[in-house]
């Protein structure tokens, strides 16, 4: 009797202890037989999708293939994508979604702003995010987004590219300046005006602010040309660079036009049509004729019948690095993931890539770039 009870009382206590590691294994961010659920967020909707569906499908693509090759960790990867719109305070919402989706990692956000509105709450949640083209330098100079990464590199450093190409290339010692208000707007703008004021050459005779989305830009437009400037920098998106080439122009523009890579992409020309010609604007080095960026292209083509659009080789690179971090760290854990996009180096379409201890990849720069006879072309 006494052996019974005993076997009894050892049944329960490996019964309960059982119950217990079931307990303790479902109470983690995921089922270990469930998915790695991995969030993409962007512009999918509104003036500026053409920047954040060429991401998702770039995101769609990789882990279509990853799963194929049979998966992540010996499990399937899932997408989970929300739309943010690139307005700040969507991308707080869509960011406490993907937390409760338990998402292990997020690629995005697209615009600055957004991103910037996001990452906090990544970061207390313990997630990491890995972003193919916010670019304000404060998402990893802070100190605050330990969490965040990018593939792209930052706005001071395209702000001197862009300030030594209208002195050094133009020779434009008279340097009107104008931005959209907007963080990556304007923060780029920021940086140019310090540039140019540090360069004995050259002034700055106009700075200032427009309102995006507004209709009529005259009013700027006439303060420029009666600032004498001999070249006209904007920061900003591709919706109001159109309007003002477009009136610009119009109006008797004659001057150089450079901006940013929120304006290096072919929505801008078709919209400004002829208008386009002969603007410069800033980007990601080209390296498509690299043979990891010709298969993306082409499985891009293949799969959407089309060429694919802007950061669509930023964001490819982020989701395979973001995977390369998994299966290195061998785990989906937050502390680990990160470790594992520092010290680990893998090979992308923007060529052979890692993270320094801020989060900013290593081994990724800006060129400037021209539209000629309807397509933007790297200026040698």
Partial sequence: MKHRVARLALAASLLLIASIFVLVSCSGKESAAGPIKIGVSGPYTGDLASYGIPSRKAAEIVIEAKNKEGGLLKRNVELVIEDDQCKAEVASNVAAKLVGEEVVAVLGHICSGATTAAAG??????????????????LTLSGDYPNFFRTISRDDAQAKLIADFALDKLGAT?????????????GLAEFVQQYVDEDPRAEVVLFEGITAGAVDYSSIINKVKAAGAQAVVYGGYHPEASK??????????NVPFISDDGVKDD?????????????????PIDTTQSPEAQAAIKAHQDKYGEDPGAFFLNAYAAIEALLNAIEKAESTEYEKIMGALRSNYVNTPLGSISFDENGDAIGIGFAMFQVKNGAYAEVK
């Fill in 174 to 186: 008279k340097i009107a300046i104008l931005h959209d208000k907007d963080a990556y707007g304007k």
């Fill in 244 to 253: 003002l080439v477009t009136q610009g122009k119009k109006a008797g523009w």
């Fill in 121 to 138: 709450i990544y970061e207390s949640s313990g997630i990491v995010l890995v972003s193919p083209s916010a670019t304000t330098p404060d």
């Fill in 267 to 283: 929505t801008f020309i078709k919209v400004a049509g002829e208008y386009a010609e002969g603007v410069y604007a800033s980007g």
